[in-house]
């Protein structure tokens, strides 16, 4: 048998939808017992309204009809943050690696000329620029938002 506690961990690993979906119960149902509007209901399972955002009075609500105290909802809400946080930090942290040689080149160089405040700089954002442009539209070896990325980091500065 399940302990409370052992309960609480799984649920506070879980997002907003995965709690509703483990309850069993629709969003509309859910929305009609707890007399919360659906249209908040969905703002919160989409995240355009974040829960911590919410009045205590829809919290209370929420975490009623779903047997949860309001604190499980407050954590999970703030872990999920935290996870789409981590994952877009990855995100843009991978737009500066695996980059196709000649553009990896120049991107070093770049950084290497602003940190030691190159009288090269400007032929350096020049290489930058074409090398993006090239990997781009040439190569297609990045993304136009990969490329507008790079762009708005290191040359529109």
């Known amino acids: 048998m399940l302990r409370y506690t052992d309960i609480m961990a799984v649920v506070m690993r879980m997002s907003?939808?995965?709690?509703?979906?483990q309850s069993g119960m629709t969003k509309y149902r859910i929305a009609k017992l707890s007399g919360i509007p659906h249209a908040t209901l969905n703002d919160l399972c989409s995240g355009k309204t974040h829960i911590e955002k919410c009045s205590g009075e829809t919290l209370y609500r929420l975490s009623k009809t779903l047997q949860l105290p309001i604190e499980q909802l407050l954590e999970?809400?703030?872990?999920?943050k935290l996870r789409e946080e981590k994952l877009q930090a990855m995100k843009v942290q991978s737009y500066e690696y695996g980059l196709p040689s000649y553009l990896q080149h120049d991107l070093d160089a770049f950084k290497e000329g602003l940190a030691t405040n190159s009288s090269l700089l400007d032929c350096l954002w020049g290489e930058l620029y074409g090398s993006i442009n090239i990997a781009e539209i040439n190569d297609g070896a990045i993304t136009p938002e990969?490329?507008?990325?790079?762009?708005?980091?290191?040359?529109?500065?």
């Open 76 to 80: 999970s809400a703030m872990e999920q």
């Open 16 to 21: 907003i939808n995965e709690i509703i979906d």
């Open 146 to 157: 990969h490329a507008d990325y790079l762009r708005q980091k290191f040359l529109w500065r």
